[in-house]
């Protein structure tokens, strides 16, 4: 990767086409868009606008049709599988809807889990554990599982996992959808936190409050950029 590049991510006619039978569904239709180190992005549209399937590129889960995707100066965009999957893990960290925790880990286990993949140390990996749970404010349940927690303290865990490998780029898919106001507020005064520290975040979001924390918002219609704010 590129030390010090000026984008993050950079994705230019970015299009993407799924065969379903004898259909084709154009889910992204050209887009072009750059995201700076250090911004604060909220990605919004209506179902079927495109933009799970632009973050899902982004994250590296799937490739374009055609187009350029570049991850801080590199691109990316026809790397093989294996290839992909070394990217991922080094230099994205991924927040879910649905918290994506194993359930049979423990807190610690679960936040470790990206550095075991990575060949950290055992004693670095849980000096970064007890950091970052020390940051979402979990020290004291390091020991408990998944099914013991809240979800708003399930989300903190996902997040404490995904700052673990100090990625370059965090990406979150509607991180409240399963939360109640009161947890959404305290994750997003996080991710906030997050973005002064000079964290480069992208989140897919369907509701305006919580885009609201984003300092850029890009709306998509019909596989493309129809408005940036």
Request: glycine share 8%; aromatic share 6%.
């Amino acid at each position: 990767m590129s030390a010090g590049a000026e984008f993050a991510i950079e994705v230019e006619g970015l299009t993407k086409v799924y065969d379903m039978g004898d259909e084709k569904v154009h889910a992204l239709r050209g887009v072009t868009q750059r995201f700076r180190q250090g911004e604060f992005w909220a990605i919004m549209g209506h179902s079927g606008s495109g933009k799970s399937t632009m973050l899902q590129i982004l994250g590296c889960l799937d490739r374009p049709t055609s187009g350029t995707y570049r991850l801080n100066g590199r691109e990316v965009s026809q790397l093989g599988d294996d290839e992909l999957s070394d990217v991922r893990l080094k230099y994205l960290g991924f927040v879910f809807q649905s918290f994506n925790l194993i359930p049979q880990l423990t807190v610690a286990e679960n936040i470790a889990l990206p550095l075991y993949y990575q060949g950290v140390p055992d004693a670095e990996s849980r000096r970064r554990v007890e950091k970052y749970a020390a940051y979402v404010g979990l020290s004291q349940r390091l020991n408990h599982r998944p099914n013991q927690l809240s979800g708003g303290q399930q989300q903190r865990v996902a997040i404490a996992r995904a700052l673990a490998t100090d990625p370059v780029v965090i990406l979150a898919d509607e991180p409240t959808g399963n939360l109640d106001t009161a947890m959404s507020i305290e994750i997003m005064n996080l991710f906030t936190e997050l973005h002064k520290q000079g964290k480069t975040i992208v989140m897919v979001t369907h509701e305006d409050d919580i885009a609201a924390y984003a300092d850029h918002r890009l709306v998509m219609r019909d596989g493309l950029v129809k408005e940036i704010r």
